[in-house]
């Protein structure tokens, strides 16, 4: 099946020919392509970080910085695969990214963890570290 090489959407229309090949617009993102074209792909990987990211509550444009993905994008897979938060938490958590030494001296450090959760996930060659200090007031 084909989707948008830019955001992975399976909504698009046909856009005229071009060099031959028909060419769609994508109605989620605005993306133009043709179909057989390798374009820059998002890798299924990157669409289940965005999801995770977006659960653990961080926002569009968070996830964007982190992940070099487009916001648009972001909100574009929330839709499809219908995510919804379960409630709103008071504490917003906070991320790092952190290369393995630096995740081993992050740990190292008691207060760091302290009165806090922690998440860690591959990230490319680095760690992200998301930490809701849950109990600090
Ligand atoms: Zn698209």
Redesign the pocket.
């Known amino acids: 099946m084909q989707t948008?090489?830019?955001?992975?959407?399976d909504v698009?229309v046909k856009a005229g020919i071009l060099n031959n090949r028909q060419r769609y617009k994508?109605?989620?993102?605005?993306?133009y392509f043709t179909v057989g074209k390798l374009g820059k792909r998002i890798d299924d990987y990157y669409v289940n970080k965005a999801l995770q990211l977006y659960l653990e509550g961080l926002t569009y444009r968070e996830i964007e910085r982190i992940l070099g993905v487009s916001h648009v994008?972001v909100m574009?897979w929330v839709r499809k695969y219908n995510i919804k938060r379960p409630y709103r938490t008071k504490y917003h958590p906070t991320y790092k990214i952190l290369s393995h030494t630096e995740l081993g001296a992050y740990f190292s450090e008691q207060e760091n963890i302290k009165g806090a959760g922690v998440l860690v996930t591959e990230l490319g060659d680095k760690f992200m570290l998301i930490k809701w200090e849950r109990f600090r007031d």
């Open positions: 948008c090489p830019n955001c992975s959407s698009f994508c109605k989620s993102c605005g993306y994008s574009n």
